[in-house]
């Protein structure tokens, strides 16, 4: 079992930057890979980020490339989403995900192949 909790939302100007950060309890974190997802009112939750087990390797949704990073560190448990250049429709709740079986190559921008999720933090993008 994981628990995920997030931290870092808030309220930002467009054009300003935020940390996301997910702490992952337990001794596995090294074997999830993990993900960044998000959900505005009344929209459907969107891919975001995605970093495989051991970090090398990244993906992106298209309206975030250029803009978000996504990192983690397995030695202290986290993953990291570093959002700058925000805009307002970047406004939603940001989950983090982590799954067992979410590869580089398939899966990564599922909500459905990902076992385990925060309780979401919210940010707020103003113009």
């Known amino acids: 079992q994981v628990q995920l909790v997030e931290s870092g939302g808030g309220s930002v100007q467009a054009g300003g930057s935020l940390r996301l950060s997910c702490a992952a309890s337990g001794r596995t974190f090294s074997s999830y890979a993990m993900g960044w997802f998000r959900q505005a009112p009344g929209k459907e939750r969107e891919f975001v980020s995605f970093i495989e087990k051991s970090g090398g390797r990244t993906r992106y949704g298209d309206s975030v490339k250029g803009r978000f990073a996504i990192s983690r560190d397995n030695a202290k448990n986290t993953v990291y989403l570093q959002m700058n250049s925000l805009k307002p429709e970047d406004t939603a709740v940001y989950y983090c995900?982590?799954?067992?079986?979410?590869?580089?190559?398939?899966?990564?921008?599922?909500?459905?192949?990902?076992?385990?999720w925060g309780q979401g933090t919210q940010v707020t993008v103003s113009s």
């Open positions: 995900a982590g799954g067992l079986n979410v590869y580089y190559y398939s899966g990564w921008d599922v909500s459905g192949k990902y076992d385990y």
